[in-house]
Structure formats: C-alpha cells, structure tokens
C-alpha cells in the first residue's frame, strides 16, 4: 500500500506517532499534524487515540480541521507492519490533507468506560488465581479466559472479592510492557 504525502525520514521511513496516551490515559485531545493519508488511514505526528490491541479496540473519535469541519474516525489500529498508528476515517478523504494541522478527539465517554472494565478485568484476575489464557475488553462487556482445567468457581465469591476490592479503593498505577517483553514472558498476560 502506497503512503501518499508521508513525512520521511533520512532512512525514508515514515514518521511515527508519539503516543501520547502511553503517558496520560486521561488526555482527550491534542494538536496534530497530519503526515500521511493512506487507504488505511490517516497517520499523524502524535495522537491520543489509543489503537486495538492486547483485546481492546482502538479509540474512535474525531479530527477537528481549522475551518470546523472534522473527519469521523471510527476505528484505530496499528499500520500493517506495527510500526505506526493508523486513524480510520469513515469517509473518503483527500491527500490535500497531509501537512495540515488538526485536534484529535477521543470518544472520552466510550475510552473511560473501556478503561473501567479493563481494570475490572486485572481485579478479577487478582480474584480468581490461576493464569489467564485470553481475553477482551468491548464498550459494555469484557471477557477473561482462565486456565481452569477441573475447577468449579463460586460466583458468590468471586462478586463479593471484587465488591470488597472495588469498595477498599486502592490506587491504581499504569505501566507499559513492551511487546518484546511480553512475547518472552507470556505469563505475564
């Protein structure tokens, strides 16, 4: 697939995008250029939008032009080679674009509900002790998968664990590992 208008580098690598979420989960907008417009999507210099990933889909929200017109992006996912974050737009969009200056702005009401279930999902598997072999995270629901070969689980339990945890209020911290990290130690999942 052809980048149409990306920002190279000496290498001729296109640019990647600083991930500002990696360093506040919280921040729901920021000042972006656009750097490339591809078929699968819009690359810009820096972005909130977090992309699918380890079960949670990408962030959707908008990108805000100057003049007030602003480009529905409805997914976002890492490019095909995993190196940059692609913003997929809903309608066709020009490559006139590229260089332009745009807001990003993440679905805050979608992303904190996403990010509520997501730390739901690391209560329960503090809950419930033995290895989780997959899982999901969507806007409504989530899924653990354990490895619970002849275990029978007490629901009563288990809801009453993570009522307890949730009441009790512990501080919660973010940390990333990386994805060579966890293809080394895939227990950690």
Known sequence: ????????????????????????????????????????????????????????????????????TSIRIVDTQKSEDGADICHLYEQPVSADLVGRRVTAVIDWERRHRLMRMHSCLHLLSAVIPVGVTGGSVRDGSGRLDFDLPDSVLDKDHITNELNRLIIEDHAVSISWISDDVIKSQPELV
């Open 1 to 68: 697939m052809q980048d149409i208008g990306a920002e190279l580098d000496t290498l001729g690598n296109i640019n990647m995008a600083k991930e500002l979420f990696r360093t506040d989960s919280y921040t729901r907008e920021c000042d972006a250029e656009i750097i490339a417009v591809t078929e699968s999507g819009i690359r810009l210099d820096q972005t909130v939008f977090y992309p699918m990933g380890g079960g949670q889909p990408g962030d959707t929200g908008s990108l805000r032009l100057p003049d007030g």
